[in-house]
């Protein structure tokens, strides 16, 4: 793919604009101008949601308002990122053609309404928007202030009507080329599922079938597919008139968690973007975790999206305040604002954008956070907070492009959580596979260790250790690569419920696969499930560590015993253990373990190499620092993620950009407080 860029040097800050709900108001709109001057923000999203405004009857364009913002951003200096506006169609289409609107898995129509609810296969969407894509692509494809193409928004969702039938089971057979190929795939015999026809196939549907895992899957890979396929249809427009504007569309994660968005395998949309970008809503100040802790989990999902295409990518939203759709809309409290906007830019962010910037007076967002709020003042706490970013952002902005290295790796991978999470067996309310990934990740983010979170398709050689932790569904592909990594060198981690099924979700009939068994010198024999209020042990080393959830009961086939279990029938069976294999070694850990071990584990690993992270800054628990660099700079941010002053030791002499003067030995940091220290390599 070409490699397309932005062209802007600063970081990009502002957000989405939506000046078509203002139209009426051109106080307001004069105003905004001002206050975006006020508030350093340079870069705003314009049009997503503005199909009505555009096109307020059929064949009837309306672009003047926004020729008129998109001048006036330019001349203010500013930049457009400018939406297509598919993620919500104007209530004239519905009426006329109700294709266009989804069908969901109960398999009724929905009403027009809300937003995101069109169909992806429908012809008539597909025609309606190549016709205002092409319109916007000919009309601002050469204006000064395009930066970049944004597509729709937060692509997700499903739809189950005819149209989509057709497409699914036309993308079944050039997968599957035979009836007897698929019935094998989804082991059809079963509850007498065998399909003798084509047209007997229907999605998954809580009314019908539910029980194919083969087929759940295989629907979740298609609604991927014929996402996609949409999203390439909106772009051959803007290609063909704007070949060097890069294009994205803005991901999601799934907020409790901070889990990655589980609708979509973003591992094979974001082949499709230029830039990643990705809308971040952590609920800071809750009441379930520790700020450090929702840290760890917000520094997860930043190296995943980063490591997507490996490359630094963008914040498309974020709220300066609270948001509107938690369960509970607290506010950031002083000092969040800027510590979590470079806690972005420390995991390889180049922007801080927000949704948004004005707003709106009615409708379900009127009480979400923006940049201006309501009485239009810049005198508010949260004006002021923007505007501190804004300041911090032009003086940091060299950090721009500078990307992360790690030496580590978390394998995570979309079909894999599919799949688990479609198994029956285990436990309901236990798998967490993400969140257990989560915990791996939080030993190397305490030590400011730089961690790749990558899918099971990159490229693992370049890494001394890849952490492969439940990984439920490998083919036999996957397994071969792992397989080729450890034989070249590498250090690979795994542990209970991995590579139980094929890449359809049938089970492995060889036992735990040979492959394996001969990388991690066991195996595999039984996974007992415990009761949430059972617990067993770990002996590793002479010491004691809780196990919950999981025991794997495995074989030793050539492995060491590092640890055994201390309790129940399997009591002194091996627990923990590491083989030789090839050039590398490969390390099985057969329960669930406390936080304790993975750290102690992983500490006892971390002292046989030497990993890109931090080295001359030393801090208390709940401060981290993560690395950027440049060819010729290190950067080290320094977060206070704690609610309290921290002491940090500089090692070194350090060069701190925003207060502009040379540091080291003893610093004070307050409460959320943040350094951005940069070094000469
Ligand atoms: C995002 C969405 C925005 C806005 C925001 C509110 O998911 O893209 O349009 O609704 O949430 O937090």
Redesign the pocket.
């Known amino acids: 793919m070409t490699k397309r860029r932005l062209a802007e040097s600063r970081l990009l800050h502002g957000g989405?604009y939506n000046p078509d709900q203002w139209l009426q108001y051109p106080d307001i709109l004069k105003d905004d101008l001002r206050l975006m001057k006020l508030a350093k923000t340079t870069t705003f999203t314009l049009g997503?949601?503005a199909w009505s405004a555009l096109e307020p009857t059929e064949g009837n364009f309306q672009f003047e308002w926004l020729d008129e913002r998109m001048d006036a951003i330019h001349q203010m200096g500013g930049k457009v990122i400018l939406a297509t506006p598919s993620?919500a169609r104007p209530a004239w289409m519905s009426e006329k053609y109700p294709e266009v609107l989804r069908t969901a898995e109960n398999r009724q129509k929905l009403l027009h309404g809300g937003?995101h609810n069109h169909c992806f296969s429908s012809p008539i969407y597909r025609e309606k928007v190549a016709i205002i894509n092409r319109k916007l692509a000919e009309r601002y494809g050469s204006h000064p202030a395009l930066l970049m193409w944004h597509i729709s928004?937060?692509y997700g969702g499903d739809c189950h009507c005819d149209l989509c039938q057709e497409n699914f089971r036309t993308w079944l057979k050039s997968k599957y080329s035979t009836l007897d190929q698929l019935n094998h795939a989804w082991w059809g015999p079963f509850w007498s599922h065998t399909i003798t026809n084509w047209s007997q196939i229907e999605s998954p549907s809580s009314i019908g079938e539910n029980m194919v895992h083969g087929l759940t899957l295989d629907w979740k890979r298609f609604v991927t597919d014929q996402t996609i396929d949409f999203y390439q249809q909106e772009i051959i427009p803007l290609r063909e008139q704007t070949p060097n504007i890069p294009i994205t569309t803005?991901f999601?994660a799934d907020t409790h968690d901070l889990i990655p968005f589980q609708s979509l395998n973003y591992s094979e949309f974001a082949k499709h973007v230029d830039i990643v970008s990705w809308?971040c809503?952590p609920a800071w100040h809750n009441d379930w975790e520790e700020t450090k802790d929702l840290a760890m989990k917000v520094g997860f999902i930043n190296d995943l999206y980063r490591s997507l295409k490996q490359q630094p990518f963008l914040i498309?939203?974020c709220?300066p305040s609270g948001?509107?759709?938690h369960d509970v809309n607290k506010t950031k409290r002083p000092g969040m604002h800027m510590l979590s906007s470079m806690q972005f830019i420390a995991h390889g962010s180049d922007s801080v954008l927000y949704?948004?910037w004005r707003k709106s007076r009615g409708s379900s967002?009127k009480f979400?956070g923006a940049v201006v709020d309501h009485d239009n003042s810049e005198q508010n706490r949260v004006f002021q907070d923007v505007k501190a970013v804004g300041e911090v952002l032009e003086k940091i902005k060299e950090v721009k492009d500078t990307n992360k290295h790690a030496k580590v790796a978390i394998i995570y991978d979309w079909e894999s959580n599919w799949a688990l999470n479609d198994a029956q067996g285990f436990a309901k309310a236990t798998k967490q596979y993400p969140q257990t990934l989560q915990k791996h990740y939080s030993s190397f983010w305490k030590r400011d260790i730089s961690v790749d979170v990558v899918t099971p398709s990159h490229e693992l050689d370049k890494y001394d250790l890849v952490l492969a932790p439940m990984l439920y569904l490998m083919s036999e592909e996957i397994i071969t690569k792992l397989e080729k990594y450890v034989q070249n060198g590498g250090n690979l981690v795994s542990s209970y419920i991995s590579g139980l099924v094929n890449e359809t979700d049938l089970a492995y009939l060889s036992g735990w696969p040979t492959k394996l068994q001969n990388i991690f010198g066991i195996d595999v024999k039984e996974t007992d499930t415990l009761y949430p209020k059972d617990r067993n042990v770990l002996q590793y080393k002479g010491r004691h560590y809780e196990i919950k959830d999981y025991c794997t009961l495995f074989e030793t086939k050539g492995a060491s015993v590092l640890g055994t279990y201390g309790e129940d029938f399997y009591q002194g069976n091996p627990a923990v253990t590491v083989n030789d294999f090839g050039k590398g070694k490969a390390y099985f850990l057969g329960g669930r373990t406390e936080q304790a071990f993975l750290d102690d584990f992983y500490q006892e690993l971390i002292e046989n190499f030497n990993f890109p992270g931090n080295k001359a800054i030393s801090h208390p628990l709940g401060v981290s620092v993560q690395l950027r660099e440049s060819e010729t700079h290190h950067y080290y941010f320094v977060m206070n993620f704690t609610e309290k002053k921290q002491h940090v030791e500089l090692k070194e002499s350090f060069y701190e950009l925003v207060s502009e003067r040379d540091i080291n030995g003893e610093v004070e940091l307050p409460i959320y407080g943040t350094l951005v220290l940069r070094k000469e390599k």
């Open positions: 989405d997503v949601f993620g937003r928004n937060e803005n999601m809308d809503y498309m939203e709220t948001v509107n759709w949704f948004q967002e979400h």
